[in-house]
């Protein structure tokens, strides 16, 4: 893989996607972090939402979200999950498909601890993905959940993140006359080894 040199280099794609991600909060005007996360559901009917990836780890990509919702419904109900992370001021994207399992440790109570008091009282007040009256019936239970939670309130057991473990990974970027730059990582399971392509435009 003589080629794959400048903003492909190196032989960890975590280290990669870190480092992707660094150059992109610089450049991007708002969440550098956004990620359009695909599901499926129990019919094979795919769903897809931006969410807000959270932390890179040495093995995986962690991102938070209310366990009742749908897509948690649906992350649980297959264990796999994929997504696409893209950055129009740098012209470049990742895509990662993978396994996926619930991350609800003390590293999911350290981030909700590190969020602001509204938006910790608001994870506690919404029921994510149900029928909703009213913005003024969910602002009341917020108001509710606040006199009940107070100013430090804990993580709800129904919220906390997930985890997803690669199997794929893709590295694109913009090239001149549409021919563009593509490196695909692979492995047939989550610990193996990766194999490297470089794909077609």
């Known amino acids: 893989m003589s080629d794959r040199d400048g903003i492909f280099v190196g032989d960890d794609p975590f280290v990669i996607a870190q480092r992707w991600l660094e150059e992109a909060v610089k450049t991007e005007v708002n ?5 359009a996360l695909s599901t499926v559901d129990g019919d094979g009917l795919p769903n897809v939402r931006m969410v807000l990836l959270k932390d890179i780890l040495s093995d995986g990509f962690v991102f938070y979200t209310n366990y009742q919702s749908m897509k948690a419904n649906e992350l649980d109900l297959s264990g ?5 992370m893209h950055w129009k001021s740098l012209r470049r994207q990742i895509r990662v498909r993978g396994l996926v399992t619930r991350f609800d440790g003390p590293e999911a109570d350290a981030y909700y601890a590190s969020r602001s008091l509204k938006s910790r009282l608001g994870a506690w007040a919404s029921a994510q ?3 909703l009256a009213s913005r003024g019936a969910l602002m009341a239970e917020v108001a509710k959940v606040t006199a009940t939670h107070g100013t430090n309130p804990k993580r ?8 997803i473990e690669p199997v794929e990974i893709e590295f ?3 090239g001149a006359f549409r021919l563009h730059d593509r490196f ?5 399971e989550v610990t193996g080894n990766w194999d490297i392509q470089r794909l077609n435009p």
């Open 172 to 174: 694109w970027a913009d």
């Open 80 to 84: 796999k999950v994929a997504f696409v």
């Open 184 to 188: 695909r990582w692979t492995r047939g």
């Open 156 to 163: 709800p057991p129904f919220w906390g993140g997930y985890k």
């Open 129 to 131: 993905s149900r029928p």
């Open 31 to 35: 969440d550098p972090n956004a990620i």
